[in-house]
């Protein structure tokens, strides 16, 4: 059973097209984050939300996490050929040496020029 | 912010042989680290939580036999995957929380011949 879920899986789309992608999961998290990859490398956080309703900017990306905390969405505007790459969200469950983080399945991002 | 070196970052071996993946916290100490296993453009598959001076404990379905975990200090952790086989090449990621967040490793190509 996948906890998290993570729309779309795939994207292809042209270079100036706004995008997003959504996580949705029926249970409550303390906090999620926001994760891209590139091929070969270890994800790289980009943001963690924490408080429900929260808003993050960072550059031409918005993150949202819901008011109730079980799902968030990252928007990206005007999208650029530099943003192409795998997306992640994960939420976190638990404290100190119990905590988890609770992956999605990914989005995997490509921005055509 | 926090570092996680992960080394090696490629390795090639033959069937049936041993490899040791090192995961190395570089300016923090993690008492858990998680270790991770991911196929081309798709999340990360946790495999097992490395403990600090005790067992690993490791996910449904992972075979604690094959994937010897040691976390013998509070900045290393070390994965060694026993009688490789084809089907166990594959990228691995060590990650390490430090307060609310996770860093992640550059991850590890395992190819087995």
């Known amino acids: 059973t996948q906890l998290l879920e993570q729309s779309p899986q795939f994207l292809s789309i042209q270079e100036g097209e706004n995008l997003t992608v959504y996580c949705n999961s029926s249970?409550?998290?303390?906090?999620l984050q926001w994760y891209r990859q590139e091929p070969g490398e270890g994800p790289v956080l980009l943001v963690t939300?924490?408080?429900g309703g929260e808003v993050k900017k960072l550059k031409r990306l918005t993150f949202q996490f819901g008011d109730a905390r079980k799902d968030s969405s990252l928007h990206i505007t005007a999208a650029q050929p530099g943003d192409t790459g795998l997306y992640l969200c994960?939420?976190?469950?638990?404290?100190?040496?119990?905590?988890?983080?609770?992956w999605g399945l990914g989005t995997s991002l490509a921005v055509n020029p | 912010g926090a570092v996680v070196s992960q080394h090696p970052s490629w390795v090639i071996c033959k069937s049936g042989t041993s490899v040791k993946i090192e995961c190395r916290s570089l300016?923090?100490?993690?008492?858990?680290m998680f270790w991770y296993r991911q196929f081309p453009k798709q999340s990360l598959m946790l495999m097992a939580t490395?403990?600090?001076?005790?067992?690993?404990?490791?996910e449904q379905g992972v075979e604690k036999d094959k994937f010897l975990i040691n976390h013998a200090s509070l900045t290393l952790s070390t994965l060694t995957v026993t009688s490789a086989h084809p089907e166990d090449s594959s990228f691995y990621i060590c990650?390490?929380?430090?307060?609310?967040?996770?860093?992640f490793g550059q991850g590890t190509r395992l190819t087995v011949v």
């Open positions: 990650s390490a929380p430090r307060i609310t967040e996770a860093f």
């Open positions: 249970s409550v998290f303390s906090s």
């Open positions: 300016d923090f100490q993690a008492t858990t």
């Open positions: 994960a939420g976190a469950r638990g404290a100190g040496n119990n905590r988890k983080l609770i």
């Open positions: 939300v924490v408080t």
């Open positions: 490395s403990n600090e001076g005790s067992k690993a404990t490791y």
